[in-house]
């Protein structure tokens, strides 16, 4: 592996500088242009052509084909006997009751503790040869070498954590699956006092979960994505410096 020079490594680091301060200089410039304004809310826009959606592929059924009954109104596979109101095609709306009461408490303690003790030596006629002509006076060949060590060690760890949501969202629907599961994405944006705070929820849901008001609970919902922060002056006055994350980053102790 070549060795780099400190001139270049001066360089290097000298680049990576003048980036930073560019890229910081950029945003302070653009955090000062909106200075007293209110944050922008996000438009409105197709989910699916956002960066990074994808579709959700699966393993499916054989999708049962649908059978009219002779001299009936009742159609196989439906849920009622009216038309059904609930989301069921891409581009319904299900309203998602998002609750979430989370407690984990943990706490670990390990101990270890490890001693080793090594001795050698030469007695004997050649025990006493060694001592007449290669030890000083004060040595013995009875005790040549002596190696001693030990090992502590004790760490202990504790994780107490409740997390607590609950509110709705409306959600729509983005693809229909072959086995009628659907997959929803909702987005919510409530701007208060020059701060936005931001609901994010997405996954893939069953017909039969959807209760006859359109509504789905949040725990019903596979591969669940919930998200839910804020953006704007109190967002920003809760994030460390830029210098700061920067330092926590690259400094290695």
């Known amino acids: 592996m070549p060795r780099i020079s ?62 009219y009954n002779a001299n009936s109104l009742w159609r196989t596979g439906n849920r009622a006997f009216f038309q059904d109101q609930r989301a069921k095609r891409v581009g319904d709306i299900v309203t998602v009751n998002v609750t979430i009461s989370d407690k984990a408490a943990f706490e670990n303690t390990s101990k270890s503790s490890r ?79 020059h701060e936005v705070r931001e609901l994010i929820v997405a996954g893939v849901v069953r017909p039969q979960d959807i209760a006859s008001d359109n509504t789905v609970e949040s725990t019903k919902i596979a591969e669940a994505r919930i998200g839910y922060g804020g953006r704007g002056q109190i967002s920003v006055a809760q994030q460390p410096k830029y210098g700061s994350q920067v330092l926590d980053i690259v400094l290695p102790f």
């Open 115 to 193: 001693s080793d003790a090594k001795n050698s030596g030469t007695g004997g006629a050649l025990g006493g040869a060694i001592n007449t002509l290669a030890l000083p006076a004060s040595a013995s060949a009875d005790a040549l070498a002596s190696i001693n060590s030990s090992d502590n060690f004790q760490g202990t760890g504790s994780i107490d954590r409740t997390e607590s949501l609950k509110t709705t969202v409306a959600a729509v629907v983005t693809q229909v699956l072959p086995n009628s599961n659907l997959v929803i994405e909702g987005r919510q944006e409530v701007r208060v006092n």
């Open 6 to 67: 400190s001139a270049t490594k001066i360089k290097q680091y000298a680049a990576l500088t003048i980036g930073l301060f560019a890229l910081v200089g950029c945003e302070t410039a653009d955090k000062l242009s909106k200075v007293g304004q209110e944050p922008v809310l996000t438009a409105i826009q197709d989910p699916r052509t956002q960066p990074g959606y994808r579709p959700v592929q699966m393993p499916m059924p054989i999708k049962e084909v649908e059978r």
